[in-house]
């Protein structure tokens, strides 16, 4: 069965970076969008970025201006390049790609932001 699997979180200080990517261990077909949520301790899982086939992108209004979202479509990944990183930031984030058959997600990976 194909999974998402996602890297580049990690322990960041406050104002620092981190890269996260996601890609396919096999074939995903009619791709409609790439997305990345989060979801914090204690808290709901919410949207923070999200990226179309038609190459619209949409971010949380909590993100704007700090994060990226990109894609390369010769392999189907996605990545979120975080800048300006703030405690608030930190939550397990996970890669979702959505077809017209069904939702994948990634395994989450974990990124805290902490002096």
């Known amino acids: 069965q194909v999974q998402l699997v996602e890297s580049g979180g990690g322990l960041v200080q406050p104002g620092g970076s981190l890269r996260l990517s996601c890609g396919a261990s096999?074939?995903?077909?009619?791709?409609?969008?790439m997305a990345w949520y989060r979801q914090a301790p204690g808290k709901q899982r919410e949207l923070v970025a999200i990226?179309?086939?038609?190459?619209?992108?949409n971010y949380a209004d909590s993100v704007k201006g700090r994060f990226t979202i990109s894609r390369d479509n010769a392999d189907n990944t996605v990545y979120l390049q975080m800048n300006s990183l703030k405690p608030e930031d930190t939550a397990v984030y996970y890669c979702?790609?959505?077809?017209?058959?069904?939702?994948?997600w990634g395994q989450g990976t974990q990124v805290t932001v902490s002096a």
């Open positions: 096999g074939n995903i077909f009619s791709i409609n969008a």
């Open positions: 979702n790609f959505r077809t017209y058959y069904r939702d994948y």
């Open positions: 990226i179309t086939r038609a190459g619209s992108i």
